[in-house]
DNA sequence: ACTTTCTTCAACCCAACGGTTGAACATCGA
DNA sequence: TCGATGTTCAACCGTTGGGTTGAAGAAAGT
C-alpha cells in the first residue's frame, strides 16, 4: 500500500459514520440501502462515505442486480495496523534499551535522546 | 480512548507530515525546532501539526527551559491498533466459518449472507 | 411499455484544514 | 538590562470534506 492510500485510509476512518460502516461490515455484507438505513442522514451521504471507503481499499462494491454489495477488505485493515505496528516496536525497543541503561548506570541519570 | 479522540487520532495520522513526524519521534525525542527543521515549511505550520497530534493524545510536549520536548505516547498507537484488530478479527472469524460451512455442504453453494 | 426501486451524479453550502505572514511571549546569554 | 532564540497566537486565504436537494440511469416487477 503507497503513501497516498495510507493517507486515505487513515483519513476514512477519522469519520465516525464510516468507522461504524466498516464495523458493521465485518459483521456481514450489505447493500448501499441496507448500510444506509440507520443512519439520520440521505443514502446519498452515505453513499459518498462508501466511495470514500472504496478508494481508500477499504471496502469493495460489486454490482449484482441493480443494487451493490459491499465488503471489507481485509488486507487495507492490515496495511493500517502494519505501519502502526511498526513504529510501535521502535518506541518499545527504546524504552527497552532506555531501561537497561538506566539499570547498568544505575544512580543518578535521569536525562535521555541527543547527547548532542 | 473515546470516540472522538479515535476520531482525532485517525484525522491525525492521514496527513504524511505528521505520520512523518511521529515515525521521527518513534525513533527519539526532539524539540520543535528540531522536529520542523526538516520541512519545507515554516515553524508555525510545524507547531500547528505538533498541536493536532498532541490533541489526538498521539504527544506529549513538555517544556523545558524556552524549549518544548515532543514525545510519542504509545497508548494512543495502541488503541488505534486495538480498534482495527478488534475488527479484523469478526472478519476473521466470518471467513472461517464460512469456510466451514464450505467445506461442510461441499457442492454447489456459492452464496453467502443475509438468507432473507 | 410504464412505473417503481436502488444507486449514483451534479451543484451547492458551510465548516474545518493546511498553509502563510506578522506579532507576541518567555527564556537564555552577554 | 538588552538582544537573540524558541515557540505560540492571530488573522487570513484557498482547498477539501460532509452534508443537502434534485435529477438521471439502470434493472425489476407488472
Redesign the pocket.
Known amino acids: 500500500m503507497d503513501d497516498t492510500q495510507l493517507d486515505r485510509a487513515f ?2 476512518l ?2 465516525p ?2 468507522r461504524d460502516i466498516v464495523a458493521r461490515l465485518c459483521d456481514g455484507d450489505a ?4 448500510v ?1 438505513a440507520p443512519y ?6 452515505v ?6 471507503l472504496e478508494e481508500a481499499g477499504l471496502l469493495r ?1 460489486t454490482t449484482v ?5 459491499c465488503s471489507v477488505e481485509p488486507a487495507a485493515l492490515a496495511a493500517l495496523t502494519g505501519w502502526i505496528d511498526r513504529h510501535r516496536r521502535m518506541l518499545e525497543r527504546r524504552f527497552r534499551s532506555l531501561d537497561l541503561l538506566l539499570a547498568r548506570t544505575a544512580p543518578d541519570p535521569p536525562h535521555e535522546e541527543e547527547p548532542s
Open positions: 483519513a476514512a477519522s469519520d459514520t464510516r447493500t448501499v440501502g441496507e444506509a439520520a442522514m440521505s443514502v446519498q451521504a453513499s459518498k462515505h462508501l466511495t470514500v462494491r442486480g441493480r443494487q451493490r454489495r
